[in-house]
């Protein structure tokens, strides 16, 4: 078991910035994949960036390519979302996932994490 706990959403003008953090309870495995979902009211869970926790194997939604950095500190077993440039429309609540159901998973579902956080919101003004 892993607990996720996210920081670092609120409430920022277009154009504004906000780094997300996320903070495992334990450990996390240095061959799984860690990422971050977001979720706005009436729509699905999506992807916006994962990665392995092993180095390289990025992935990031269209959406937040060139705004959007993940990046990890293994030592402080954290995970964070760097966004720049923001949008109304990347307001959502953003989640943290962890550790894959099954190696063979598709990272960018949300259906194959196995951790999640509870949640931090993130609201961008026009």
């Known amino acids: 078991q892993v607990q996720l706990v996210e920081s670092g959403g609120g409430s920022v003008q277009t154009g504004g910035s906000l780094r997300l953090s996320c903070a495992a309870s334990?450990?996390?495995?240095?061959?799984?994949?860690m990422g971050w979902f977001r979720q706005a009211p009436g729509k699905e869970r999506e992807a916006v960036a994962t990665?392995?926790?092993?180095?390289?194997?990025?992935y990031y939604a269209d959406s937040v390519k060139g705004r959007f950095t993940i990046s990890q500190d293994n030592a402080k077993n954290s995970l964070y979302l760097q966004m720049n440039s923001l949008a109304p429309e990347d307001t959502a609540m953003y989640y943290c996932?962890?550790?894959?159901?099954?190696?063979?998973?598709?990272?960018?579902?949300?259906?194959?994490?196995?951790?999640w956080g509870q949640g931090t919101q993130v609201t961008v003004s026009s």
């Open positions: 334990r450990y996390t495995a240095s061959d799984d994949f």
């Open positions: 990665l392995y926790t092993g180095g390289g194997h990025t």
């Open positions: 996932a962890a550790d894959l159901l099954r190696s063979d998973y598709d990272p960018r579902s949300p259906k194959s994490f196995a951790y």
